[in-house]
C-alpha cells in the first residue's frame, strides 16, 4: 500500500480558552483531490494555517511526505513543496501578470543587485527562459491571458485573478497544493470553468494532490475524489461526496436537512 502524501496526527490548536481544532486526523493519497468541509468555523482554514506555518501547533503532529514538519516556518513548507491560495485574492492589482506569477517563485531569478548588473547578458537569458514558463502555465487555463502577461491584473474579472492565484501557486512545481474557497466572489458559470482548469492541471501534473476547503457542494461533487467534514475543530465524517452527503451528523450539522 503506497503510504500518504500528507498526515495529521491528533493536531490540535487552542486560542487561549477556545479550541479551534481537536485531535484532527487526516491523511492526503498522493495526487488525490480532498475536499474538507463544514460550517463557518469549523477549523478549516485554521488547518491549513497549521501545515503552512502561519500558526503554531497546540499538540499533534504534521507528517508529509513521511517527514515530521509540525511547526516549520512558511519558507521551508515552501521548499518542501506546499503552497497555498487564499480566499481573499493576495494579488498584486498594479502590477503585471506576470510579475504576480513570479512573486511564487522567485528563486528563479538572482536577487543580488550587483550581479544582475554586471551580468546582464545572463540575467535576459534567465528572463526569457522564466517568462516562457509563466507564459505556458497560464496558456494552460487561458490563451487569451497567456498573451497579454504585461497587463495589470487589477483590470482582469474575478475569474482570470483567480487562475492568475492559481499559477502563482503552481509555477514552483509543487506537490501539494492547498485551495482556500477559490470559487468566492464568481459566478456559478465562473466556478464552473474554474473547476474544469482545476482537473485539468491535476491530470496534467505529475502527482500533485490537492485539498480544496469549499462551500460549494457542487464545486466539492465534481472535483473531489474524498471528502472530510469538520465540526466545531473535530471530524465527524469521511468518505467519498455521496456517503457524507447522506450522513445524518453532516446534514444536521452543515448540509441541512430536506
Known amino acids: 500500500m503506497t503510504s500518504p502524501l500528507l498526515e495529521f496526527r491528533d493536531l490540535s490548536k487552542r486560542f487561549g480558552g477556545v479550541t479551534a481544532l481537536n485531535h484532527f486526523n487526516m491523511h492526503l493519497g498522493r495526487g488525490e483531490i480532498l475536499g474538507l468541509i463544514g460550517p463557518n468555523g469549523s477549523g478549516k482554514t485554521t ?24 511547526d516549520i516556518g512558511p519558507r521551508q513548507v515552501y521548499e518542501a513543496g506546499i503552497v497555498r491560495t487564499f480566499q481573499r485574492s493576495r494579488l498584486c492589482l498594479d502590477l503585471s ?41 497560464v496558456a494552460t487555463f487561458s490563451g487569451n491571458l497567456a498573451d497579454r502577461m504585461f497587463d495589470p491584473v487589477g483590470a482582469l474579472p474575478m475569474i482570470e485573478r483567480r487562475r492568475i492565484e492559481i499559477c502563482r501557486a503552481l509555477i514552483s512545481n509543487p506537490r501539494l497544493l492547498l ?18 482548469d482545476i482537473l485539468d492541471v491535476r491530470a496534467r ?6 485539498i480544496i476547503v ?10 473531489t475524489d474524498r471528502c472530510v467534514v469538520l465540526s466545531y475543530g473535530k471530524k465527524i465524517a469521511e468518505g467519498v461526496y455521496a456517503e457524507i452527503a447522506a450522513d445524518p451528523e453532516v446534514q444536521n450539522a452543515y448540509l441541512g436537512v430536506d
Open 179 to 196: 485551495l482556500d474557497e477559490p470559487s468566492a466572489g464568481m459566478t456559478h458559470d465562473e466556478t464552473d470553468q474554474l473547476m474544469s
Open 47 to 70: 488547518s491549513f494555517n497549521l501545515l503552512t506555518g502561519i500558526y503554531p501547533t497546540s499538540g499533534g503532529q504534521v507528517l508529509f511526505d513521511g517527514k515530521d514538519i509540525t
Open 97 to 137: 501578470i506576470y510579475d504576480n506569477i513570479m512573486i511564487g517563485d522567485t528563486s528563479r531569478l538572482p536577487q543580488d543587485l550587483w550581479a544582475n548588473l554586471m551580468n546582464r547578458k545572463a540575467l535576459r537569458q534567465q528572463f526569457e527562459e522564466t517568462f516562457e514558463t509563466a507564459r505556458s502555465l
Open 205 to 210: 501534473g505529475e502527482g500533485l494532490s490537492i
Open 214 to 223: 469549499e462551500h460549494e457542494m457542487g464545486v466539492i461533487e465534481r472535483i
